[in-house]
């Protein structure tokens, strides 16, 4: 009897480990679905003319990109099986503690049926109670009796009961794992296409390569016109800030660096700024539908050509046609600007001392100083040079640049 509360307490411990195991697992199978869709999304842009220079760097990003996130896919399916294996391993153990629970229960049971065989008739019960020394003790046999091999019954077909719940659960949870074994055979065709993608990279790289000096000359214009818009950002942030500080009546700081580089805010905007922090990671994706990152914040770098660069300061998003730009935060619309060379809009939506920049718009949906949500619109994507509708989105706090990866959840 005594070993009962500490079985209990056993299957209970058990018991609860597998909901966190299965959360796992729907987690993992989250990631893969988006991972999927970005792979789809990237598939379609691969119909990108190869026309000129421009169309054959696009399709360049693309299959490099492709490449990427499947390699992600292929990464996010392992660790969808191990999950899944993890789990059964540990069902298995559980059911195996129940069935040792159980035949010790059915033994002690059978145990406590052959010691109450002598006192089976009427007879004997009635001469077992009226034994007792005291009507108290008469009670306590007369219960012992009644409940006693019910209990240990009761106990047993409990265990039964969660047993067969583990057998189905355990039968699931293979049905699951012939799941990810079939998702794994069709990564595995996946990644037989990849490799004839990645062949038809290669061959691309040697056709890029017999056009080095034209591929030089496209990605210096492309840094130019990144250095152009940055210049253009900075310069509208630094009136921004020297605003702020006027309002302000100036800073306690004059003449310190900090003193010219930080935007003073309100109160609300102090609010608003932490709120944003408090976000890093989980902000949304600053376009509605299919989306592929064309070029990565940093370095980039032509495939094969390691001495063909350019310098980002933001990241490109490649969406579709007539695609909606959105905001990814509450703020206000703190400047709209020209961006001469393609003749298209950027859009600067102030978060309290963050600010989140948007260019190449076709299209406006907002002015400045407008307060606007998250996820509100702010016009449709424009075309980059090779006719690709494209958003060159970056992050700054104060003038300082953030990589956006590190913040949205691409």
Not at 3 to 16: A, D, E, H
Not at 316 to 341: H, K, L
């Amino acid at each position: 009897m005594k070993r009962l509360p500490y079985i209990s307490f056993l299957l209970c411990m058990l018991l609860q480990a597998s909901p966190s195991l299965a959360q796992g697992v729907d987690d993992m199978k989250k990631e893969r679905t988006r991972i999927e869709q970005q792979i789809a999304a990237s598939k379609q842009l691969l119909a990108t003319a190869e026309k000129d220079i421009q169309g054959q760097l696009g399709k360049m990003t693309v299959l490099t990109e492709q490449i990427r996130r499947q390699q992600l896919l292929v990464n996010s399916l392992n660790a969808e099986m191990r999950a899944v294996q993890a789990e059964m391993k540990a069902n298995e153990q559980r059911q195996r503690q129940l069935e040792r629970d159980l035949t010790q229960r059915k033994q002690s049971y059978a145990r406590a049926l052959r010691q109450s065989t002598h006192r089976n008739t009427f007879a004997q019960r009635l001469t077992f109670l009226f034994s007792a020394e005291s009507f108290r003790q008469m009670y306590r046999r007369a219960r012992y009796l009644h409940e006693y091999s019910d209990f240990q019954l009761r106990q047993g077909r409990e265990i039964q009961a969660r047993q067969q719940e583990l057998e189905e659960k355990q039968q699931e949870l293979k049905a699951l794992q012939a799941e990810k074994q079939e998702l794994l055979v069709r990564q595995q065709q996946e990644q037989d296409a990849l490799a004839a993608q990645r062949a038809e990279q290669q061959a691309l790289v040697k056709k890029l390569q017999k056009k080095k000096a034209d591929i030089k000359q496209e990605m210096a214009r492309q840094q130019r016109e990144y250095d152009r818009l940055n210049k253009e950002i900075d310069r509208l942030i630094a009136e921004q800030i020297a605003a702020s500080q006027k309002k302000k009546g100036g800073s306690e700081e004059t003449g310190s660096a900090k003193s010219t580089t930080t935007y003073k805010m309100s109160a609300e905007e102090v609010r608003l700024s932490g709120s944003f922090e408090a976000n890093k990671g989980k902000l949304p994706v600053p376009v509605r539908g299919a989306y592929m990152l064309a070029s990565h914040y940093g370095i980039n770098q032509v495939e094969g050509m390691k001495d063909v660069k350019v310098n980002n300061q933001g990241v490109d998003i490649r969406c579709g046609e007539g695609t909606t730009i959105r905001t990814i935060f509450d703020g206000e619309v703190s400047a709209v600007f020209v961006i001469p060379t393609r003749q298209t809009y950027g859009v600067l939506v102030r978060h309290g001392e963050y600010i989140s920049v948007y260019c190449n718009l076709a299209t406006l949906t907002v002015k400045q100083g407008d307060k606007v949500e998250a996820n509100a619109a702010l016009g449709t994507a424009g075309a980059d040079a090779s006719g690709t509708p494209l958003l060159q989105f970056q992050l700054r706090r104060n003038q300082q640049r953030l990589n956006p990866e590190e913040w949205i959840r691409f």
